[in-house]
């Protein structure tokens, strides 16, 4: 089927918009990112947060990955219960119902969990008490991006000791997610922080770097144990426009329809901020309109993507049907319940998107 | 019941991040918008994109609304199903898959539909084929904001008289939006407009103009007939911005709880643009953290929301929880399966956001 008659396929069964996904470039995607770890001989542990997917979860595992990442609870129960295991919550888990949540998840399921600071380590035993077995915990150390983590060697080291004093709580190793130019100091700390908790007499069993623009990096960090990309599954413009993908590495694409062209220099697709979402990822515009690279998403309001045509020559008719690689992959998987699935260009049905609308 | 339990009482209950709403605040707003309609006796037919529901659409045409507007179909199908009933969907519908679901929606509720170019035009008869009756269409007018809509009377008119000629299509008046300054150039357009569809013949029995913000431009339309308010069912923080709506008519914020705090003028909230979504709305910040008004929530991944403190002489801990009301409260009710109700302070039941999830 050529592509002009898929998109006629997809807007003709599903209507528009439609997240498609086309599973021969997952598996393409799946298949090289496998590749490039075992050949640094780090693990690859998936970030599950870019498909919220058991069936893609099932696919990166059964391709080599060491069990998978979630960024929330949520995620992790609906992976666990689908049969994942060996689950890496990269996420501070606090609170009562947190808390009950993850005993019983952990009761059934390996799970692992990350922590930066003492009050979440405090909350973290009644967890395992309620699994009635062991919590292993990664320190999340910050190296420079400012977001969660530890910002200092003594802050994680302190928090090592405290995870393994506590009774039901495991000290796992170390969680990261580098700046991807700042190896060198990330080295620095890493370096002195196993030092220093082997000095306590600890071992950092796991060592978890993070990103697919990371991958960039990889067998770069002396110590790191695994690496977890999430966007490479589908990749996104985030990922063209860092070198991480070349376009026929995108797997997903939002088939939208053009709906208006009220003027020759302007037109609107019927996917807007409810879809394709406000993150521009830093880029420029909303999303790459593979039929018209030229049209620029310049604006949503929430069910409209409005299009400046005027460095287009060759521009859209309403009704046209077009496919936009989204800026960021993840966000975007997130408002649908299902993914239309095709493969050697034809449709072969949906994938629930089964860990959406988890809240915590 | 204090505002600090009931916070306590719904991160017990249901974990963070809640989207949570105040049914005594909504039901104010609601009177409050209705009674400014009948004042200047302009209908009121709210748009049910900002919460999705059923209930709270009932709840609306219980305090006086004249039927509902949708965005889409996949709205308008849910509310239908509810038994709502006279339904604007403000939106060009085409494609093969949609005017089928049209033709099958129109069969058992009253729809009138917008168009706002020949090729949508050309389609909707095959909607009326299916339903076995007439479908109204309003012609949408653009008369300044640049989103969809004709951007001339001439068109406007063509389009009216293509309607009018079309078996099965009935002229139903015009829809706008007007820009909430250009009220002048508007009532210019609309008075040359209505002139020319009745010097052929045709009466617009609906002119129907939109928005929270242009609330304040209520009866100052010569002609027309009705007005499609969203956001002040619950209202944000652009409505506050705009002078829209008081703190107190915030019906619905996000309970969040204070992840991390790694640095002394750093937090993160465990509520990212997964959850309030990347929308400023043109503000700076994504939202007002209602315990700490001088924390800026300054940038989001996907679940964490990162603070800035450094303005805070109190800065919350971690484990703490607070309430955010959004910036735009559309794309968050989007991100949720279902909302927790609230009412005299104390948790009533949940509000499923039905409509939620249906593209297109």
Redesign the interface.
């Known amino acids: 089927m050529s592509t002009e008659d898929l998109v006629s396929a997809v807007?003709?069964?599903?209507?528009?918009?439609?997240?498609v996904v086309d599973l021969d470039v997952v598996e393409r995607n799946v298949a090289r990112i496998q590749k490039m770890c075992d050949e640094v001989g780090v693990a690859n542990r998936p970030h599950v947060?870019t498909h919220k997917s058991p069936v893609l979860a099932r696919l990166q595992v059964e391709a080599g990955a060491r069990g998978i990442t979630c960024?929330?609870l949520g995620e992790a129960e609906v992976m666990a219960e689908a049969g994942l295991d060996d689950i890496l919550i990269s996420?501070?888990i606090?609170?009562?119902?947190?808390l009950g949540?993850l005993g019983r998840l952990l009761a059934g399921t390996r799970v692992t969990v990350a922590a930066?600071?003492p009050?979440?380590v405090e909350g973290l035993p009644r967890a395992a008490e309620i699994a009635g077995r062991a919590l292993p915990v990664v320190v999340e150390v910050?190296t420079g991006r400012?977001?969660?983590?530890?910002?200092t060697v003594a802050e994680a080291l302190a928090l090592a000791r405290d995870i393994a004093a506590r009774p039901g709580l495991a000290f796992a190793g170390f969680m990261l997610y580098p700046p991807e130019d700042a190896i060198a100091e990330t080295q620095v700390f890493l370096d002195a922080a196993m030092r220093g908790v082997r000095e306590a007499g600890l071992e950092p069993a796991i060592v978890s770097s993070g990103g697919t623009p990371n991958l960039a990096n990889l067998g770069r960090i002396s110590g790191a144990t695994e690496h977890r990309p999430g966007t490479y599954v589908f990749n996104d413009r985030m990922m063209l426009a860092c070198g991480m993908a070349r376009l026929e590495d995108c797997a997903l694409t939002v088939y939208a329809?053009v709906?208006?062209?009220?003027?020759p220099e302007?037109g609107?697709l019927?996917a807007g901020?409810?879809?394709l979402?406000?993150?521009?990822g830093g880029l420029d515009g909303y999303g790459l309109v593979l039929e018209h690279p030229r049209a620029r998403i310049h604006k949503?309001?929430?069910?409209?993507g409005?299009l400046d045509l005027s460095a287009c020559n060759d521009r859209p008719?309403?009704?046209e049907?077009v496919r936009v690689v989204p800026n960021h992959v993840?966000?975007v998987v997130?408002?649908?319940?299902r993914l239309v699935a095709v493969r050697g260009g034809r449709i072969v049905g949906e994938i629930d998107v089964a860990a959406r609308?988890r809240?915590?």
Chains 1, 2 share one sequence.
């Open positions: 807007a003709r069964e599903f209507g528009t918009p439609a997240v947060k960024q929330k996420y501070n606090l609170g009562e119902h947190k949540r930066d600071n009050v979440v910050d400012k977001r969660a983590g530890v910002a329809t709906v208006s062209r009220a003027e302007r609107i019927d901020s409810k879809t979402t406000a993150d521009t949503f309001s929430e069910e409209h409005f008719l309403v009704g049907v993840c966000v997130n408002m649908v319940d609308g809240l915590g």
